[in-house]
């Protein structure tokens, strides 16, 4: 709680208002129709390391998604479901109204049991290009500003990403994308960490979003997202999987471990997850520092880890389609023979 009182009083004294999409981050996007990289055809800005309007254009097919307060628009809202409809009806609706997270004590304990360690397992490097997908209004953005050196932040409500870009600090090299993460492209094995906390309804769109983070990986990179869990007192209760936080509100679907691991298993040879935000009965009227103690305690306990809320999911290691002539890292002892012998021959090895 200190560290994040600390940063929103830095935040505070830093004279906010986003400049618009970084000219470097272009390199960062791809063309929807067919992955073709993408150039300035138009553009206004007050300093030349910042567009906030003008346009993006397709250097194959000449495709153009304009660029509006900074924002690049890239929403195709036809494409949408009805359930993808009725959620960005709701969200914006709900941002237009209160765009800041709920700031009580019980919410803010709440949700640093959630952020501390999903922060923790990204594993920040400050020169680690960084992918957030389903940003909202900005609650994990604005902790990572000044703690990777490139962000490209996306989400497909407009109303959340001009609350977000509110609260981002003038100068900020941070990338506002309005997409469809489920359909979106970005530049392959461009981004050194990934993070998703979306709780997107179907398999499919899940999958679509885990398929987007393989390609966008570099080979060392890292993926982080999290899930509502169904956990022990879900199952024990026989409580829906899939259901909505409010009435009327957005839908959401429970997974266990081994949905993450199948659902991911075709993007990811390394994937762990973990239960956390485990309620803790009794505690509350002891101080932070001791409730979060006993929080973590029983992430780790058999059994009693099993009542987390959210898993907690790192994949790394991803898999790709392989390119045409490229080749392996083979091994190195057959390949030193294989050439000697290949010499000894008199022919090109």
Known sequence: MIANVASDTVQSKLQLGY?????????FLR????????????AFSESPEFITEGLLRC???????PIIDGIVQMLEQRELDAEGIHELRFRDELNAVNPNFPNTP???YWNNLEMEPTLAALNLQEEAVFLELAC???????????RCRALVAVDFSLVSLRALAERIPKGAKIGLVQADITMMAVAPRSFDR??????????EQRMAMHHLAAEALTEEGLYVFG????????????????????HGGMLYCHLEKDDVLRETAPFFRRVTARPIQVPIPFTRHLAYKWKKAIARIA?????????????????????RQPVEGQHSSGNKLAMTIYRWYRNRQGKDS
């Open 136 to 146: 909202g209004t900005g609650r994990y953005t604005t902790k990572l500003i000044g």
């Open 299 to 319: 992430e780790r306990i058999p059994l009693i880890c099993d009542l987390g809320a959210l898993l907690l999911v790192s994949a790394g290691t991803p898999i």
């Open 106 to 108: 019980a919410v803010e």
């Open 194 to 203: 990934i993070l998703s906390t979306t709780c997107l309804d179907s398999r």
């Open 19 to 27: 400049s618009g999409y970084p000219v470097s981050h272009i390199k």
């Open 59 to 65: 250097c194959s097919c000449g495709q153009e998604y």
């Open 31 to 42: 063309c929807r129709s067919d992955m073709g990289e993408l150039q300035v055809g138009g």
């Open 227 to 246: 899930n509502e869990y169904y956990n022990l007192q879900t199952r024990l209760l026989g409580l829906p999987r899939v259901q909505r936080y409010t």
